[in-house]
């Protein structure tokens, strides 16, 4: 009976030191499986930073060859083929429209004689390439238990953002006093009192060029972003002043307009590279939001990544939430709108006053690649009283060829504004900041 009782004992130990194994094993597969996906991303992350530096290297060597260029050239009337002086953005209601850009590519053989072409048509090769694209990101996406923690962690996701990159990211917008001269109206000394809000103002990069240029003493510029890191990286600005602006953190798909500003006091909202960063099921509140903060009459000037753009075609696997709608490496999400969402989002409560496809053609003329980019621009006014939104108004703004802003009749369309110097790309982590010398 003993030696039963001893072999139950025995075969009893022996079970359970084969649970612990199995369990220990289990576990340091799963630590082993774990380890390696953090692996995973680091290396990636480490793929994607070289990728930024020997792109940063490349577009360097590229503006240097562009400046001896300049210099062989500059006594010379051709030079003044070479240089960016128009807006590459075409109105969607007029495609048959003269060019706006001044680099139109005749021929395919230079392509790689400037860092950047205007109007760039894609070719069968290209959409081709588009398509495949985005087939293999849709046979990959992000694993479904990851996709709620991006999306609520995506405040804190750009507080890391600005904590890492501060200001040192971003380049001030001079560009926007050519594409949206409606802004720099209201910096002249005999304006009157505007107020201009910058929605998802980043490091300020609207705000500062507006103050620093304004001779206006009744300009109001306020900025909000949904980072409260953002926000502290424009109040240390050396040139924040309460005296002349504000800064606040707001989410532009809250449940209702920032406390700090009155409703219908905006003349203008500067919405750049902001409405990307949303959930798709935000957008109609963002419009009713907008709507509150403009008066009647007030104006959105609007810029935003367009579909198919190259930073859209580069995402790699486990990066697509859902339709054109991506996270980034550093948790940020990014959505790639077209032209008839612009339409549907603004028409419904705005006067679209341009609704325009930037397509340009950034070329790597060291290594001889080849990149589209896609950006899409808006102007849309809140109608006034007794006016109907989604067509264009009394109120309709185009821009002469000396910048001046000029009053239109109704059922007048602006084609674009006239000239654009390479604006810098939103807060994106790399390759997204790609842009054109």
Known sequence: ?????????????????????????????????????????????????????????????????????????????????????????????????????????????????QNAWDHAPWGEEQEQHAMKEIERQRQDPVPEELVPTYHAEAAENWNKFYAKNENRFFKDRHWLRIEFPELFRMVEADAGKKNVLEIGCGAGNTMFPMLLESKNPELFVYGCDFSSTAVEVVRNNPNYNEKRCKAFVWDLASDD?????????MDVLVLIFVLSALHPDKWDQAMSNLYKLLKPGGLIVFRDYGRYDMAQLRFKKSRLLSDNFYVRGDGTRV????????????????????????????????????????????????????????????TTVSTSEEGKVESKGENTLTESSLALNTPSDPPAAVPDNTTAV
């Open 1 to 113: 009976m003993e030696r039963i009782e001893g072999a139950d004992k025995d075969y009893q130990k022996e079970e359970q030191l084969k649970s612990d194994i199995a369990t220990e094993t289990e576990t340091s597969n799963k630590r082993r499986f774990s380890e390696l996906a953090a692996e995973e991303d680091r290396q990636s992350s480490k793929k994607q930073e070289i990728e930024r530096v020997q792109e940063n290297i490349v577009d360097q060597t590229d503006a240097k060859d562009v400046k001896e260029e300049k210099e062989e050239v500059k006594d010379k009337a051709s030079s003044d083929n070479h240089k960016k002086k128009e807006s590459s953005s075409r109105d969607v209601n007029t495609p048959d429209s003269k060019p706006f850009g001044g680099r139109i590519l005749t021929d395919e053989s230079a392509v790689f004689e």
């Open 257 to 265: 307009i920032p406390p700090e500003v009155e409703p219908e006091s």
């Open 335 to 394: 959505y790639f709108f077209d032209s008839e969402e612009i339409v549907r989002l603004f028409g419904s409560k705005f006067t679209i006053e341009q609704n325009a496809v930037d397509r340009r053609l950034i070329v790597n003329r060291l290594r001889k690649v080849k990149m589209y980019r896609v950006w899409l621009q808006g102007k849309f006014r809140k109608p006034l009283e007794g006016e109907a939104p989604g067509k264009p108004s009394v």
